[in-house]
């Protein structure tokens, strides 16, 4: 098993930042990767990035491409979302996603709203 927790969620004025923080632990050798998703309030969970475990590479969604970036240290189990200039459509509770072998884990959600 994995188990995630998060961290870093909150209220930020609209072009502000925030960073949010997944750190695993259990068989982590089993992640395949990590990585972020999303849902607002009467919607559906949405993609929001994610990175591979071992191979560097990344994803985004068009939607945040040039705001967010994701980030894993390896070396402390955890990965980063950086997340710039955001709007009030980015207001919704995140969740961490790891994907591993034999099983999709996902964090308990952290609230990010954008509001003035």
């Known amino acids: 098993q994995v188990q995630l927790v998060e961290s870093g969620g909150g209220l930020v004025q609209p072009g502000g930042s925030l960073r949010l923080s997944c750190t695993a632990s259990?068989?982590?050798?089993?992640?395949?990767?990590m990585g972020w998703y999303r849902q607002a309030p009467g919607k559906q969970r949405e993609f929001v990035a994610d990175g591979g475990w071992t191979d560097g590479s990344t994803d985004y969604a068009d939607s945040v491409k040039g705001r967010f970036t994701i980030s894993i240290d390896n070396a402390k189990n955890t990965v980063y979302l950086q997340m710039n200039s955001l709007k009030p459509e980015d207001t919704a509770v995140y969740y961490c996603s790891c994907p591993t072998y034999d099983y999709h884990y996902w964090g308990q959600g952290t609230q990010v709203t954008v509001s003035s």
């Open positions: 259990g068989n982590i050798f089993r992640i395949v990767n």
